[in-house]
């Protein structure tokens, strides 16, 4: 690796250090709460809802979708025993109420359904007409009223049923959730010079040979912060411009790439220095979204960045190379950087250091216009004496 990056970048870019360790080493901190977790869950629970639960209950489909597997399965697992069992309890109680059930041997007797002459019976009558597989040993007879309208009945809640919970497990197993997981983003965002200016970078890459359309990256900066009128804010969201202006943020995600947030007097990193990021507390979070090409369904892939995540002096290592006729990526170095000379302090302090005048630029009283001038009639004077 650090014979291609010597080919590729030349002497200027010789590797110092391929780890998280750097030169200004940051004091060990004891491990704080994050707001996202770095596979993108959300670290957040709900509680005291009180009444507001029965909001769940109204939208009953997404509530479901939602659940993990595990009460998906149970749920669909008991909806369908429990209603297979109140049907054939309905069957067997027109069959108890007619009598039928003490002529099930009788055959100058004309029951309401044929062969059904006891609970397993009725109940099996009920799965073989719900499922459509008319074995035709048991079969409703035209004297029989009741038992037509429960027929119908039967049919309209079988088909209520099997779409609402076969729906609902399609979705869930559709659902592009899985997707995101063949997305990735770099273990540590860097800090380091691109173009004369300093910038955040952190990379992302797609796995699947599958495009991610239309694909679009934000970026929130999550800090703590007090207004000027005393109110504390924990958990402020600020909008970190990745090329906003410029579509840098709208990517063609083939191979992997390096989102670049310039730090400029825009930035909330205009004043943060080397020294200054080891006592900074904060967290960035980052947001993929894109539709699925195969599917044609939304996804989206989350992480964050913390402090301690946020590599000074580093960039990347290249994972790209030309090969015969195609490119090749290697993802056993996309976590990888390597430290690169970066100035230390922030660009609020590089600002203020061009602002000021160098003394060997100060100019004399004697280059002045007025002291011009007064020169200049001097020595006409004495040109004229």
């Known amino acids: 690796t650090h014979k291609r990056l010597l080919v590729k970048f030349g002497e200027d870019y010789q590797v110092v250090n391929t780890n998280?360790?750097?030169?200004?080493?940051?004091?060990?901190?004891?491990?704080?709460?994050?707001?996202?977790?770095?596979?993108?869950?959300?670290?957040?629970?709900?509680g005291n809802l009180g009444g507001e639960t029965s909001r769940y209950l109204s939208d009953l489909f997404?509530?479901?979708?939602?659940?993990?597997?595990?009460?998906?399965?149970?749920?669909?697992?008991?909806?369908?025993?429990?209603?297979w069992l109140v049907m054939a309890s309905m069957w067997w109680v027109i069959a108890y109420i007619r009598g039928d059930l003490n002529h099930g041997h009788d055959s100058s007797y004309t029951p309401c359904v044929a062969n059904v002459y006891n609970f397993p019976s009725a109940f099996l009558f009920f799965i073989e007409t719900e499922a459509t597989i008319g074995y035709g040993y048991r079969y409703i007879t035209e004297k029989c009223p009741e038992g037509i309208?429960?027929?119908?009945?039967?049919?309209?809640?079988?088909?209520?049923?099997?779409?609402?919970?076969?729906?609902?497990?399609?979705?869930?197993?559709?659902?592009?959730?899985?997707?995101?997981?063949?997305?990735?983003?770099?273990?540590?965002?860097?800090?380091?010079?691109?173009?004369?200016?300093?910038?955040?970078?952190?990379?992302?890459?797609?796995?699947?040979?599958?495009?991610?359309?239309?694909?679009?990256?934000?970026?929130?900066?999550?800090?703590?912060?007090?207004?000027?009128e005393g109110e504390f804010l924990p958990l402020d969201q600020c909008e970190l411009d990745v090329g906003f202006g410029t579509g840098a943020d709208q990517l063609f995600l083939v191979s992997p790439l390096t989102i670049c947030h310039e730090i400029n007097p825009k930035s909330p990193f205009f004043d943060l220095s080397q020294r200054s990021l080891m006592s900074e507390q904060f967290e960035i979070v980052v947001i993929l979204e894109g539709i699925v090409e195969t599917t044609g369904m939304t996804c989206q892939a989350r992480t964050s960045y913390t402090e301690d995540e946020v590599l000074w002096g580093h960039r990347f290592?290249?994972?790209?190379?030309?090969?015969?006729?195609f490119f090749r990526v290697d993802y056993s170095q996309f976590h990888s950087t390597f430290e690169v000379p970066t100035p230390p302090y922030s660009v609020k302090e590089h600002e203020e250091k061009n602002s000021l005048p160098s003394p060997l630029s100060t100019p004399t009283p004697a280059l002045t216009e007025s002291h011009g001038q007064r020169i200049t009639s001097e020595s006409n004077k004495l040109k004229l004496t």
């Open 20 to 46: 998280r360790a750097s030169s200004f080493s940051a004091p060990v901190k004891k491990k704080r709460q994050r707001f996202v977790e770095k596979n993108g869950r959300c670290n957040v629970q709900h």
């Open 62 to 83: 997404t509530t479901l979708v939602d659940l993990k597997w595990r009460w998906n399965l149970l749920i669909f697992i008991l909806t369908y025993t429990i209603a």
């Open 149 to 228: 309208i429960l027929f119908l009945f039967q049919s309209l809640l079988g088909s209520i049923v099997d779409a609402f919970l076969i729906g609902c497990m399609f979705i869930k197993m559709s659902q592009p959730k899985k997707r995101a997981e063949t997305l990735m983003f770099s273990q540590d965002a860097v800090i380091s010079l691109r173009d004369g200016k300093l910038c955040l970078m952190f990379r992302v890459g797609n796995l699947r040979n599958s495009h991610m359309v239309s694909a679009q990256i934000r970026c929130k900066l999550i800090k703590s912060r007090q207004t000027p």
């Open 317 to 325: 290592l290249p994972v790209m190379s030309l090969e015969e006729g």
